[in-house]
């Protein structure tokens, strides 16, 4: 019932339910209760450059999506909704244009925001920023690219953060530590295995193992060490295999002493305790020592002492003999023939004969000199004996 003023007496009342309420008669009880899920608390959500999201009704659903590099995680139970990002694609994209002198814009594979997502060289010389603009995909220089230069362009697209390092392992040899953007790698002091480098330690490379350097190479070229001097590495000595056609599979054992390796062409550096006894046979001596020469015949012989230890002539006419090269201690044998006068000669020397005979001309004739001053005033000393065949001294 509502009381009705105008004609001063109580009539019935009608009750009608407005937006978001009920309303129920039961065993003469009215109930007035809120039907609505709940008003609005936004109406509208605006983003700069995109379509504003209305709401349609009071219980209308806001949709949130994962975009690139997001993750979304909801949370009932504390109504929590937490967004993070995630990896995104680790990409460095390269262009690479030729200048032909008359184009300054060219078009990059991927759109770039500013010119600080750029790296741009010329001929591998980096370009400032300033000598470019970027739009989108395309890259403008100030001026004509000159004609032949190489462009490289480097764009980063985005950065990978999954391949951030959290961790890193030595291999053999190597010893490992990282931490938040720092990694160290270095050589271990020990490694307890062989290890190769330069090569596959199969057709070429250096192989280190527990005793042992094994050294190959793929190169065409014997293998080999070199050794440089204290002094700006300004000379090297090389250490190298033989050759493939010299199929040897030779040892060579360090000396047991303390000394200089010799080579063969090495002058002067072989001490005589380094000579065995006994260790130097005939065939090794220098031919002052053991050749033969035969002067045949003539009226000028040279009589070179380095030479030969036994020399034959046979004289045509009135000869001359020069001798040189002769050392101290020095003895040769001069088997001549020919009956003529017999002359020896060298500047400065002096020439003594030892007993009475002379020369037989008519006969043959061994003459033995030896050279007892070898100075720059040589003296010899000779003595001659003629010679028959026979057999029963």
Known sequence: MIYDNSNSYFENATLTAGT?????????????????????????????????????STNDTLTIAAGSNVSLTTNAGTDTLTISATAGANTIAIDTYTGNGSTAAYTLSNSA????????YFDGVYQLHSSYTVSGTTLTFDTNVPNGTSIEVMHLVAVNLSNVVESITGGDGITASAGTGDVTLSLSSSTPNAFTMGGNGSSGGVTVADGSI???TGTGNVAEMRFYCETGNAHYQTLKAAPHSAASSAVLVL???????????????????????????HDKLENRYTALSALGSNTSFALDFSAATTFTATASGNATFTFSNAKQGQVIDLILTGNHTITFSQTNATFNKVGSTDYDGATNNLIQIVCTNDSAN??????????????TP
């Not at 047991?256 to 046979?281: E, F």
Request: hydrophobic share 40%; charged share 10%; proline share 4%.
């Open 20 to 56: 978001g309420i009920g309303i129920t008669n039961a065993d003469g009880s009215i109930t007035i209760a809120n039907t609505a899920v709940g008003d609005n608390a936004f109406g509208n959500i605006a983003v700069s450059g995109q379509t504003t999201i209305a709401a349609d």
């Open 113 to 120: 925001s500013s010119e600080n997502e750029l790296l741009v």
């Open 214 to 216: 094994q050294i190959r």
């Open 255 to 281: 000396p047991t002493a303390s000394g200089n390796l010799v080579g063969t062409g090495d002058t002067g550096s072989v001490a005589t305790a380094m000579v065995a006894d006994n260790g130097i046979t």
């Open 378 to 391: 040589p003296i010899y000393m000779y003595s001659v004996q003629p010679y028959a065949s026979d057999p």
